[in-house]
Structure formats: C-alpha cells, structure tokens
C-alpha cells in the first residue's frame, strides 16, 4: 500500500534542549501504529512535527499529500459559551468538512448523541475529551494522529475512544497514536516505536505479539535504553 507518513532523521532543540534526536520511521498507509514512552520521550513533539505544527531542527517528514491529515491534540479549544452540538456545527464548517454520515458515525460511537444541548463549560473531563476528538477529526481525515487519546479518561471514555480506533481500523485509515498508556491499545496496535529520552529505541510489527508480550517489548526496551549513557 506504500507509506503515508516516512520521518527522515529527524531532530528538534528546544534552545540547547533535545526533545527529538535523529528518529527515522515509515508508517505505512492503512497502519495503527503506536507510538509509545514515559511524560517527556518526545511523543507530542513528534506528533506536532508530523502534523506540520512544529518545524523540526534538523530531518524532514514526507507524507502524502494526496491524503487528509487529521490531528486531535492534547488541549484543543472548544468555543465554551456553545454546546458539543454548537462546537460540531462550528468546527465542521471551520474544516469544510462535507461528509455528515461520518459526522454521525463520529458521535455516535464516542456516545456524544445524549449531550448535544449540553454547554462545554459544563461537560466532564471524558466527555469533554470524547468531543475534542471529534471536532478535530469532522473532515474525515485518512491519516489520523491522536495525541495521548485516553489520558485522564475514565474506564467508560477508554472505552468509547477504543472503540473509534477500531473503527478506523476497520476502515482501514492511517492512525498514529502517541501514549503513554500502551496497555490501552493491545490488539489494537500493529506496529510499534518507543522513544525515551527523545530517541527511538525500538520499531517493529507487533500484530502477532499479544498484550502481555507487548508489555514486555515495551518494558525491556526502556529499560535497555535507560541503562546507556545519555549522550547528545
């Protein structure tokens, strides 16, 4: 199917301070690939450098530009003097978006239908993240980047944002998950890089791998990483 995304030796400084250190990678089109680390191994900068948010210091990403790019952030802004149904009619005319049945299937698996009339001011925590996903992601994007997607959620929003990411699974579009809670995507993710300290310390295809293997993938490579000397 070829690539959607390819990162080229990519680098960013923050001043003197490395976030990314020269990370390559290939994310093949039709891929849930996820990457994982602790706080502060570079996810979001990576994420931000692949969604053209963030210019890198040194390297450069490719992606094709025949597909849409779709990028649900941590803290995006909803207009909070309108409903989730106000923010969604806003948002899909800020991004053109002309698909209302995927619209729909948007809302209803993130079980946003219920709380359409309700003001964001006074959404909770889950919620409020269910329908920041959906506003970001309205014009149906075929290469979706989803930014620590169940942080803070409760066990019923972890289960509704799964359920979204098996559905674009299942439609075979392109998902870059940044997290720091894998456990939440085993049997879920298909290929899989850990970064630490800005670095990529491991890549490979884990669709055959189950959950408690993953883990262990995942654990041993921060381990081995944090045992070698941090050199810039």
């Known amino acids: 199917m070829g690539d959607a995304v390819a990162v080229k030796d990519v680098s960013r400084y923050f001043g003197s301070r490395p976030a990314l250190i020269d990370v390559s990678l290939k994310i093949r089109k039709g891929c849930i690939f996820c990457i994982a680390g602790p706080n502060g191994s570079g996810k979001t900068t990576l994420l ?15 992606i ?21 149904g106000e923010n969604l009619a806003f948002f899909s005319q800020l991004t053109d978006a002309r698909d209302a049945k995927w619209g729909k299937n948007l809302v209803k698996v993130l079980k946003l239908d219920e709380i359409l009339d309700d003001n964001a001011d006074g959404l909770s925590s889950g919620t409020r ?17 989803l930014d620590e ?3 803070g959620l ?9 359920g979204l990411v098996k559905l674009f699974k299942k439609e075979r579009k392109t998902v870059v ?16 890089a850990v970064l630490s300290r800005g670095r990529l310390v491991l890549e490979r295809d884990v669709r055959k791998v189950c959950g408690k293997r993953l883990m262990q993938l995942y654990e041993s490579a921060l381990a081995e990483a944090s045992e070698k000397p941090h050199i810039l």
């Open 48 to 62: 931000s450098i692949i969604a053209g948010v963030l210019a890198p210091s040194k390297g450069m990403v490719e």
């Open 154 to 162: 409760d066990v019923e929003s972890t289960r509704e944002v799964l």
């Open 149 to 151: 997607p169940t942080a």
């Open 177 to 192: 998950v940044a997290t720091h809670q894998l456990e939440n995507f085993c049997g879920i993710c298909e290929r899989l």
């Open 129 to 145: 993240k269910r329908l920041e996903i959906a506003v970001s992601l309205l014009h149906n994007p075929e290469i979706i980047l």
């Open 64 to 84: 094709d530009r025949n597909l849409r790019l779709g990028y649900a952030y941590q803290h995006p802004k909803l207009s909070e003097e309108l409903t989730a």
